[in-house]
């Protein structure tokens, strides 16, 4: 509970520093963290990460991201059927696209097959359920298109999430 309730004190701009710290005058961040692994609570680390995961991605924080997305995919299998599981699928897709974009031949390769391997199991989920996960899998598709230069696809892809939305809401 404690993890949530700071992540809504960072979305409100209540904790210190920047806008991806969890920490305030209450709540240790690295502590929590050390807490975390000297207890061996996997459960609430998966969690923890996926939090982390999340505000680093949605405040284009990429470079703290990355090393989030690798303590994050080390626990998210001890969370698999939990809602916060394919927030980690998609944040880490959707990582995986801004970064195949960057840096030399070889990481570009590197983040390329990574994004493969992350939009097949996001691709997965849409399938599976497609008012939960189509509008976030058309998102990294965007995304990667983006990156890639195809500008018209990847602006068709982003508008498709809100056009969906109207398809599954309750409809009278």
């Known amino acids: 509970m404690r993890v949530a309730y700071q992540l809504v004190r960072c979305l409100r701009g209540r904790t210190r520093g920047n806008a991806t710290t969890l920490s305030d005058r209450d709540f240790d961040e690295a502590k ?5 692994r000297e207890k061996n609570l996997p459960f609430v680390t998966s969690y923890f990460h996926a939090v982390r995961l999340e505000l680093a991605v949605l405040f284009g ?3 703290l991201a990355v090393r989030v997305l690798e303590e994050a995919d080390r ?6 059927a939990q809602y916060f599981a394919t927030g980690v699928i998609f944040r880490g897709a959707f990582l995986a696209a801004v970064q195949s974009g960057q840096g030399s031949r070889d990481e570009r390769a590197k983040w390329l097959a990574d994004y493969e391997r992350r939009e097949a199991k996001l691709l997965a989920l849409a399938e599976s359920c497609p008012q939960n996960f189509r509008h976030r899998l058309d998102l990294v598709r965007a995304e990667r298109a983006r990156v890639e230069g195809r500008d018209i696809e990847a602006l068709n892809l982003s508008m498709r999430p809100s056009r ?3 398809e599954w809401v309750c409809q009278g």
Do not use: I, R, T
């Open 61 to 63: 924080d990429y470079d």
């Open 32 to 36: 929590f963290e050390a807490s975390l």
């Open 164 to 166: 969906g939305c109207s």
């Open 75 to 80: 626990y998210v299998d001890v969370a698999v």
